[in-house]
Nanobody, 119 residues
């Protein structure tokens, strides 16, 4: 497993914003963000193909979250706006050769960062 350097996150009140960052040594074909709540499976919430900037969002975050990347810095971002208490989870960045839904197919992972949204 390849380890990515993840940063950002923290605690915020509902309606607030946070930005997560994830640095890569080598830019993968697909960059993605997953989140996981205690006792639940890790689920993909956003992804982007770096060759054509094609993005995908889970319906629960579409319109509020934005995935992007900076090639010069080998870093991807997840801008999270209008946060809700139900967004509270551990967030992970991941990289792979395609934007799979199955997290088991991602060989590269960030260490995870907690996002807590209070009402």
């Amino acid at each position: 497993e390849v380890h990515l350097a993840q940063s950002g996150g923290g605690s915020v009140q509902a309606g607030g914003s946070l930005r997560l960052s994830c640095a890569y040594a080598d830019t993968p074909v697909c960059m993605a963000w997953f989140r996981q709540e205690p006792g639940r499976a890790r689920e993909k919430i956003a992804s982007i193909y770096t060759h054509n900037v094609l993005t995908w969002y889970h319906y629960s975050v579409e319109g509020r979250f934005t995935i992007s990347f900076n090639n010069a810095k080998d870093t991807q971002y997840l801008q999270m706006n209008t946060l809700k208490p139900e967004d509270t989870a551990m967030y992970y960045c991941a990289g792979a050769g395609s934007c799979y839904d199955n997290p088991d197919l991602y060989p590269a992972w960030g260490q995870g960062t907690q996002v807590t949204v209070s009402s």
